[in-house]
Every structure is written in structure tokens, then in C-alpha cells.
């Protein structure tokens, strides 16, 4: 990509603009006035503004930086060259915005560029995200390339298969911040919190089980003291009944005749209560109503189904008997109008052999007239006009003769001996069409006479099976429908006969028990009980005392049951925590193995990518110090060292002078930029002030190595001083400056 031309208002710049030529362009201008502007100005045009970004202490957002002095809005137009063809980059406000509006359109043609966006935009025209970028291509003073996940994602993709998407710190840091979650020590994470509740739920289970075997042994006692209370209300019942065996038996086909009524009360409130809020009788009357129109309905179906299948049936006859061979697919009207059209036809073909026939007569009797002329006066010309003739005679005879043929072949593809009979065998047709017409028309109505009963069976029955659900959810076809009504419209009456007999049947109980009836006793015989019946009833006080007590102590240990949880709950919780300690245990092992895999490949990917890397470096390095220095060697976290020239010992860039330490982390610049970068279309280098620290010396071989790399990308050298442009005094470069409107 090159940028051709660019117009800001932006910072200090107002309406400011900038032409650049291809390869190495030296703008040199003092402090404060704008190259560093331009500079983020490129930068900013192509990534955009963070708009999120906010001053900090000693930091200003790049937002308020770049306010233009003037006041007026933020606003630049930038004309590049991408791939062989001029684009215009806009980018302006939008709603309090600061750059928050972008276009991109092609400048010959003003058409939006497919796909580029203001987020996009440097990633489509450089290749590269906005951290390679200004990692690489975009070079200030003491310029220390520092890590960044895509820069490192783009040099190992230049050592390994090519994929992009990889960063070993990223990866790295998600697996630690997975294993810290999970245990970070032995009481903070996960797996800590979940052998925490492990132990917990196994004390209240412990628990649980204490108080399972008190209820257990409770309600043994309940069942053996209510055993005893039943028997011993036995021996009391016998006594009473010795006593008054006919009215207890008279009390106890009362109470069986209560008991039954009861039941059959219980039953039918029962299905009253299933059958929820009933409705209002002429509700379901008129439902039943619906009913009946939806068996009538269904009669109508059935036998409108065998008639439209004979309908169907005349039909296809119709169609066996329309077929027709010479005019298959076509309607009667269509028929007619053809055969009209031939008979036409045949009738231009009879004219055209009946007119040239009398000509060819006349014809043949000028030429023997001409041919006796000739014999007789001894004149070819005569012969000549003779056989001139007899040719126009020959001509006209075979057009008639074609005439004649094309309508015989006319005949023949009808079959009739004459033209008058093509009308006749359309008419045919056209008739027989109309009755297939009619058959189709037949089938037509009958069809949608059938689906719309078909439809309102449906609408019906829908309609039904909803309101009949109101109060029988269990219905699912027409006949639950007719029994659910019928329920429905029987069960007040029933209820009501069930009330009565039930009211009837206790008061006729109550009368016995107010004669003091007790319960019956099916028993034929009797046999007095041990006990007397002032001991059963000391017996029966003592064993409900101690059935109380009991009582009271099984319902304490079952509220503390209940309180303490539900067994089974706390069984699958603790099967469940269980499972995803062992789960969470299993992550915890294969995180830390899956991050010691990754460092062990990063290991292998540092021992990849170094070389490449140190060795562009290192040649750019040695022709910079003017071969002081052989050889350069990185760090993954990019940390320089510099061999020199016949040492053994690298020294760290760190230790060297601040001039050589740019110069070395310079040269990784040009290096990764080379490499990482996308090579079809090179990006622009921008170098702001990045050659301050160079000497003379170190700065006629930087430049000459710029002069060099302007062959292959554009370059954009931004300097303060004027020792560049002596040096390049007389080199092909483009010496820029620009103008505030």
C-alpha cells in the first residue's frame, strides 16, 4: 500500500494537507509542528480511535490529544493505493464522536470498497492488525519492540504451518487462570470448596443415619402399641355387643349403608373435582348439538368421498376420450382456430395451382408459335424466345407442382381426402373437450365441497375437544367428547341423588347411635374376653397414653429429619459433588499437563523462530554499527543482545549506549517487518524521529539502508534535524511539506 495524499484537521493541523511520492519521502520540519501528528494522524486513519480510552495521570487519551486547536470537529481524508487501484479514506464525526464516522470509496468510480469498514480497514489494506503494525511499521524514537499476542501469533506463523490464531502467552494465561480457579492453594479454589461440602454433606448424612434408626425403632413402637389399642377396643366393642347384639347389628348395616352412600358420594366428588368448573347446562347442550353437526358432518364426508372418486373416474374417461392426435394439447377454441388456419392454408395452396395453369398453357402454345416461326423464316431468335418461354412454363409447372405436394402432405398429416373435413374433425374435438371440461369443473366443485367439511369437521372437532378439555382433560376423540358431556350433564343430578340417600343414611346411623348403637359385629358368635370391661378400659387409657408419648417422640425425630434434609437429596448432592470433585480433580491434572506440553512447545517454537528472526536482524545490525557487531539474538519477549565482531560473550542491549540500543532494536524493526509482514502489497514504513540517537557515521548507513528497502515499500521519514536531507541531497527521494488551509 501507498498513500498518496492527506488531509486532517487533527491536533494542530487545520485543514492541513500532505502529498507523498512512492519510495523514501524525508519530511524534516522543527519541534511542534505537526510531525508526530501526521504520523498517529496515518496511524489513526487506518485502526481508528479508541473512543473508550481515557486520560490518566501523565497520559492523554488519544481522543483529547488530537482535538483539533480550532475547535473544529476531528476529520482527515487519506488517498491510498492498495492493490493497483486508489481508494479515499474518510473518516469524520459522528453524534459527539470523534472519528466515528468512516467511508471508503474507489476513487475513480466513488463505489464503497466491498467488506472495509472502519474496524477493518488497516487489517484489509496492510495485512496486519493494528499491534503488528505498530510494532513493525510504525517507528518512533528508542523504539524497544515489546510482545503482544498477535506479534507473536505473526512469528509463529512464519515458522510453523502458518496458522495465525495461535499466541503461546494468551494460551498460557488462560490454562493458569483455569488451574487457579480450580486450586490455587490447599484452601482457596474449586477443588477445595468441593471437599469442603463433600465433608459436610457426609456429617449430615452421618446424621441422618443416627435419626433413620430412632424413627425405625418409634415406629416399631407406634405399630406394636396401636396393635394393642386396636385389640384392646376389640375386647371393649365384644363387651358392648354382648350387651345389644340386635341394635349393633341394626347400627351396623347402618353405618355399611353410610359407608356406602359415603363412598359413592366420595366417587362422584371425585370425578366432580377432576372434571373441574362444569359448565352451565345449556352450555353443554349446546355442545352436544356441536356433536351431532359433526356426525352429520362426517356422514356428508363419507359419502362425498365415493362420489368425488367417481367423478375422478369420469373425468380420466373424458381424458381417454380427448385425447386426440393432431391436436393433443390443445383447448377446443385453440383446436378450431387451427384447423381455420389450415384450412386457410390448403385453400392459398389450391389457389396457387389453379392460376399459374392457364398461364402455363398460353405459355406453351407462344413458345411452339415461336418455334415454327423459326423453322419457317430460318431465325434463331425466334428458337431463342421459343425456349425462353417453354422455361417460364417449366418454372410455373413446378411451383404448381409444390403447391400441389404441400397440400397433399397437408391432407395426409389429418388424414382427409379433402379440406372441407379438417373443420369437422375440430369441431369433434372441441366437444369432446367441452365434456372433459365439464368433468374437470365436476370434480372441482365436488373436491371443494368435500375438504370444506373436511375444514369444518376439523374447525368442529378442534373447538370441541378445547371446551370439552375445560373439564376432561383425558378426552382425545368424539366419542369421550359424547361420554364426558353426558357425564357433565348427569353428574348434578347424580350428585344431588347421592346427597339425599347420604343425608338419609347418617340420620338413620345417628338414631341408632343416639340409642346407644355401637359398631356392628358380623361375628355368629360371641366369646366374652378375658379382660373384664373396666380393666380394657384401664388397658386402653394406659396403651393411648404411651401410644401419645411415642407419637410425640417419632413426629420430634422426624422434624429433625425433615429439617436436616431429605436422604435421597443428600445422597445424589453427595454423589453429584462427588462427580465433579473427580471431574474438577481430572481438569486440575490435565490443565497442568496441557501447561506443561505448551511451555515444552514453546520451548520448541523459540528454538524455530529464533533464527530467522536473529539473523535478519543481526545483517541489518552489522551494515547499521559498520559491522561492529555480527550478530543479534532475541528473547521471546523480544530482549536484544548484540556478539560483536570476533567476541565471544553477547552483551545485552541494555548495557550498551542508548544510540546502539536503537540502532539494534531499529534494524529488529526492519527485520520484523520484513517477515511479518504481508509482501504482495508492502506496508508503509513510518519513522518518526526514530534515527536521533544515530551518528553521522551510523546514520549515512541507516539512510542508505532506507534508500535501499524505498525500492520495495513506501517509506514516510519524519526528522526534526537537517542531517538527513544532506545526506540524501542528491539521492531520488520526495522532500514533503504541507500547508494549513
Not at 603 to 611: A, I, K, L, W
Amino acid at each position: 500500500m501507498k498513500i498518496k495524499r492527506m488531509k486532517a484537521s487533527f491536533g494542530c493541523l487545520e485543514q492541513a494537507v500532505l502529498e507523498l511520492g512512492p519510495g523514501l519521502n524525508l519530511l524534516e520540519a522543527p519541534n511542534e509542528s505537526g510531525k508526530s501528528t501526521w504520523a498517529s494522524f496515518i496511524r489513526l486513519m487506518l485502526y481508528g480511535l479508541d473512543t473508550r480510552d481515557r486520560d490518566k495521570k501523565n497520559y492523554l487519551a488519544d481522543k483529547n490529544r488530537y482535538q483539533p486547536w480550532s475547535g473544529a470537529p476531528m476529520e482527515g481524508e487519506m488517498l491510498v493505493e492498495a492493490q493497483g487501484q486508489d481508494i479515499i479514506l474518510r473518516r469524520f464525526l459522528v453524534k459527539n464522536t470523534p472519528f466515528g464516522g468512516f467511508s471508503a470509496q474507489y476513487a475513480a468510480s466513488g463505489e464503497p470498497v466491498p467488506g472495509m469498514t472502519g474496524t477493518n480497514c488497516g487489517e484489509m489494506l496492510l495485512g496486519v492488525g493494528r499491534e503488528v503494525f505498530e510494532r513493525s511499521a510504525f517507528l518512533g524514537q528508542g523504539g524497544v519492540v515489546t510482545p503482544a499476542p498477535e506479534l507473536e501469533r505473526r512469528i509463529a506463523a512464519l515458522v510453523s504451518t502458518g496458522q495465525e490464531d495461535v499466541s503461546y502467552t494468551q494460551t498460557a494465561d488462560q490454562l493458569r487462570e483455569w488451574l487457579n480457579r480450580r486450586q490455587v492453594n490447599k484452601s482457596v479454589g474449586l477443588i477445595p470448596k468441593l471437599e469442603e461440602e463433600l465433608q459436610e454433606t457426609d456429617g449430615v448424612l452421618a446424621r441422618l443415619d443416627g435419626l433413620t434408626g430412632q424413627i425405625a425403632r418409634y415406629e416399631e413402637e407406634r405399630v406394636r402399641l396401636e396393635g394393642q389399642l386396636r385389640e384392646l377396643e376389640g375386647d371393649r366393642q365384644t363387651h358392648i355387643r354382648l350387651k345389644s347384639r340386635e341394635l349393633n347389628q341394626r347400627f351396623g348395616q347402618a353405618q355399611q349403608e353410610l359407608d356406602a352412600a359415603q363412598a359413592h358420594w366420595d366417587r362422584l366428588e371425585r370425578d366432580r373435582r377432576r372434571m373441574g368448573t362444569i359448565p352451565p347446562r345449556e352450555t353443554l347442550k349446546q355442545a352436544q348439538g356441536e356433536l351431532q353437526y359433526l356426525k352429520a358432518l362426517d356422514d356428508e364426508i363419507r359419502r362425498g368421498e365415493p362420489a368425488l372418486a367417481g367423478a375422478r373416474q369420469e373425468q380420466e374417461q373424458a381424458e381417454e376420450q380427448a385425447r386426440d392426435p393432431y391436436f393433443g394439447g390443445l383447448t377446443g377454441e385453440q383446436a378450431v382456430h387451427k384447423a381455420q388456419q389450415e384450412l386457410e392454408k390448403g385453400q392459398a395452396l389450391e389457389t396457387r395451382q389453379k392460376r399459374p395453369r392457364m398461364m402455363i398453357f398460353m405459355f406453351l402454345l407462344l413458345g411452339v408459335f415461336n418455334l415454327c416461326q423459326c423453322i419457317r423464316e430460318r431465325n434463331l431468335v425466334f428458337g431463342i424466345g421459343a425456349l425462353a418461354v417453354w422455361t417460364i412454363a417449366l418454372v410455373l409447372w413446378t411451383r404448381v407442382r409444390k403447391a400441389a405436394q404441400e397440400q397433399k402432405t397437408l391432407l395426409d398429416s389429418y388424414k382427409v381426402e379433402k379440406l372441407e373435413d379438417l373443420l369437422p374433425l375440430a369441431e369433434n374435438y372441441k366437444a369432446r373437450w367441452d365434456i372433459l371440461e365439464e368433468k374437470m369443473r365436476q370434480v372441482d366443485t365436488v373436491q371443494r365441497a368435500l375438504d370444506d367439511h373436511k375444514r369444518r369437521r376439523e374447525r368442529g372437532r378442534a373447538g370441541l375437544l378445547d371446551f370439552v378439555h375445560t373439564f376432561a382433560p383425558e378426552v382425545s376423540d368424539l366419542f369421550g367428547c359424547s361420554a364426558a358431556l353426558s357425564r357433565a350433564l348427569g353428574m348434578e343430578d347424580r350428585l344431588r341423588e347421592a346427597r339425599d340417600r347420604l343425608a338419609l343414611t347418617r340420620r338413620r346411623r345417628d338414631d341408632l347411635v343416639a340409642q346407644g348403637a355401637k359398631e356392628f359385629d358380623t361375628l355368629e358368635e360371641l366369646h366374652t374376653p378375658d379382660r373384664t370391661l373396666p380393666e380394657v378400659h384401664l388397658q386402653i387409657a394406659e396403651t393411648g397414653r404411651l401410644l401419645e408419648e411415642v407419637k410425640q417422640k417419632l413426629n420430634t425425630a422426624l422434624g429433625e429429619q425433615k429439617a436436616v434434609g431429605d436422604p435421597a437429596a443428600l445422597a445424589a448432592r453427595r454423589e453429584a459433588l462427588q462427580e465433579r470433585l473427580n471431574a474438577r480433580t481430572m481438569e486440575h491434572q490435565a490443565i497442568t499437563m496441557a501447561l506443561e506440553a505448551l511451555e515444552s512447545a514453546s520451548r520448541q517454537m523459540q528454538e524455530r523462530f529464533s533464527p530467522a528472526l536473529n539473523r535478519r536482524t543481526g545483517e541489518l545490525v552489522h551494515r547499521l554499527t559498520g559491522g561492529r557487531y555480527e550478530q543479534v539474538t532475541l528473547s521471546r519477549e523480544l530482549e536484544a543482545s548484540a556478539l560483536p565482531t570476533g567476541g565471544i560473550v553477547p552483551r545485552r542491549a541494555l548495557a550498551l549506549s542508548g544510540g546502539t540500543a536503537d540502532q539494534i532494536y531499529f534494524a529488529l524493526r526492519l527485520a520484523v517487518c520484513q517477515l511479518c509482514l504481508p509482501e504482495d502489497d508492502p506496508a508503509p514504513l513510518v519513522l518518526d524521529d526514530a534515527l536521533l540517537a544515530f551518528d553521522g557515521q551510523r546514520l549515512e548507513q541507516a539512510l542508505y539502508l532506507l534508500l535501499e528497502l524505498a525500492g520495495e515499500r513506501q517509506i514516510l521519514l519524519l526528522t526534526c534535524q537537517d542531517r538527513e536531507g544532506r545526506i540524501l541531497q542528491n539521492k531520488e527521494i520526495t522532500k514533503c511539506d504541507w500547508i494549513n488551509g
